[in-house]
């Protein structure tokens, strides 16, 4: 399932096909946004802003289209009046003069307004995004010491949107064998040291993964690119204290971990 980095870089692709363009057309497959239909021809979209797994489709008359994969829905860019040949469901079809956005397969897709963005169950439910860069370790931190996360295990926390938008099970993973914790832990177990280490690397994991992950580095001259230390590595040997590396299930989805030095 897409993590927040992969969703964030849906987001990018779909921004740099139409953001700023004059809609020529518009199409929604529910009865209940068929109305919106006519009232964002000739609008743009203004920025396309994700809030973990959500996908916020900002719109210059001051819409915006909420939208969440779930585990079937996909965006698409394509070349204006081109269909693809698939047979996913189309949901939604935002049409410029030379590229088209299509969002397929999914259900949970509402228009809101300003009002409606501030009070929206789901936007009132989720935690600050790793991905957004005015998230700070020190404010990291603060949630992981406080009353409502401080007693949670990292097992769960770590998967929970509520704690932090846009982490997923392979961030969880490779965030604790980083810092040397288990699944088991407690932020209210951990010394200074630990939580600072850990609140550095929820942010750092996830933003390294946006930036790097699926590029080819060709000659290896362009910096480190994200590469999975442990998931999915299970019995083979940890690159640092050279211990096998195991897969056990944590939180019903499946947990790689080093005994050796995640104690």
Known sequence: ????????????????????????????????????????????????????KALLTHFSNGLTLYSHNQLYGVWRVVDTGEIPQTSRVLRVRLQ????????????????????????????QRVGPDVLDLRLTPDEVKARLLSPRFRNRQFSGLLLDQAFLAGLGNYLRVEILWLVGLTGQ???????????????????????LSYNTRGLVDENKHHGALFRFKVFHRDGEACERCGGTIEKTTLSSRPFYWCPGCQK
């Open 96 to 123: 410029t003069h030379d590229k088209t956005i299509l969002l397929y397969s999914a259900s949970d897709i509402e228009m809101l307004t300003p009002e409606q963005l501030t009070t929206h169950p789901f936007l």
């Open 185 to 207: 832990h407690k932020a209210s177990q951990l010394s200074d040291e630990q939580l600072d280490a850990l609140s550095h690397a929820l942010l750092d994991i996830p933003r």
């Open 1 to 52: 399932m897409p993590e927040g980095p992969e969703i964030r870089r849906a987001a990018d692709n779909l921004e740099a096909a139409v953001k700023g363009k004059p809609l020529t057309d518009v199409w929604f497959a529910f009865e209940q946004l068929k109305p919106y239909q006519s009232q964002l021809i000739g609008q743009s979209v203004t920025q396309l802003e994700t809030r973990g």
